[in-house]
């Protein structure tokens, strides 16, 4: 039976999630809930995905109830506050990176989820997606990690607005905008699931003139070893990432959001070596996890739920080092 699903806002990841729910039978969107403004968007999705509820007033959906959880995709900086309300209502919730602001906030949630036994879950797709499964198992074969590196670079649409002088919460720190949460938050999940939590971490930020990250690069210390994670909305660039040992390397074409494309060099020198494909992923990239989220609330698996917990946490809490070291940023 398919989990009943009440969905939050109607952002740009929202209207990806719509277009393709219904190739997830895991799931059911019942209920659609918006701002007052937003409504107009809101009928179009729903009336495309075949939902007949759309609420404006989040109290108003929750009490009327119909579905088991909730899934949040607001702005940024709204996730902590749609996360509690959600929560404290009774609904399991599945929350949208970046999870929240800080790792305090994160932990708050997970605590208020704990006194209403409900499952709280980041919506994050890499851990989750076939190519992933295919890296952690081909790690070992490579040998001791002797160099990693990733990039998730993409123009937003929304930054030529902004060099207008025309406000988006894109490219708005009070709004937890920038490179740091809305990109590399997947190289540091990407990297986090492969290598662990860093020993140490540091953040060189490309700041505009409101101390937003319009891009930025974070150096991941692993004892000896550093992990470089670049992301970029301002400009365009190779999306890929690789890791390396002496036996040879890991291979990531496309966004660490998504693993297009994945593959191992193993032997060789010099870009040698025998070459082994990963699976590629036959459903939508956001599948993955919605399936994984339905399962852990269905089946109840609190071990699955508590590892998914650990990451969430772990990575929140190199955000907030990562932060520490860029002082000027907003």
């Not at 989220?293 to 109840?300: D, K, L, M, N, S």
Request: charged share 20%.
């Amino acid at each position: 039976m398919a989990l009943k699903l009440a969905v939050l806002s109607t952002s740009r990841i929202v209207v990806e999630f719509m277009q393709h729910c219904g190739e997830m039978p895991e799931i059911q969107v019942t209920a659609l809930c918006c701002r007052p403004q937003s409504r107009p968007r809101a009928e179009e999705l729903a009336r495309a995905a075949g939902v007949e509820r759309i609420y404006t007033d989040e109290d108003e959906c929750y009490a009327a109830g119909g579905f088991d959880a909730v899934y949040i995709g607001t702005a940024n900086h709204l996730h902590y506050a749609a996360a509690k309300k959600a929560l404290e209502a009774g609904y399991h919730v599945i929350l949208e990176k970046p999870f929240t602001p800080t790792a305090a906030e994160a932990r708050a949630l997970f605590d208020l989820a704990d006194r209403k036994g409900r499952v709280l879950f980041e919506a994050i797709t890499t851990h989750y997606l076939p190519g992933y499964a295919f890296l952690r198992g081909m790690l070992p074969a490579i040998g001791p990690v002797r160099g990693a590196m990733a990039s998730f670079c993409a123009r937003s649409a929304r930054y030529d607005d902004f060099l207008n002088g025309v406000w988006n919460t894109t490219f708005d720190p009070a709004c937890n905008g920038g490179a740091l949460y809305d990109m590399n938050v997947y190289n540091l999940h990407f990297f986090y699931g492969l290598l662990g939590k860093p020993d140490a971490c540091e953040y060189r930020p490309s700041l505009a003139e409101n101390g937003v990250d319009t891009a930025g690069l974070a150096v991941l210390h692993y004892g000896d070893v550093s992990a470089a994670a670049l992301a970029a909305k301002d400009s365009e660039g190779e999306k890929f990432a690789c890791l390396q040992g002496p036996g040879g390397s890991l291979h990531l074409h496309g966004g660490t959001n998504s693993l297009d494309q994945v593959y191992a060099l193993l032997g060789g020198v010099r870009g040698g070596g025998q070459r082994t494909d990963g699976p590629v992923s036959q459903r939508h990239r956001m599948a993955y996890e919605f399936a994984e989220f339905a399962r852990i609330v269905q089946q109840g698996d609190a071990a699955a739920e508590a590892e998914a917990r650990r990451r969430t946490l772990d990575v929140m809490d190199m955000i907030d080092a990562l932060r520490a070291t860029a002082p000027r940023m907003a």
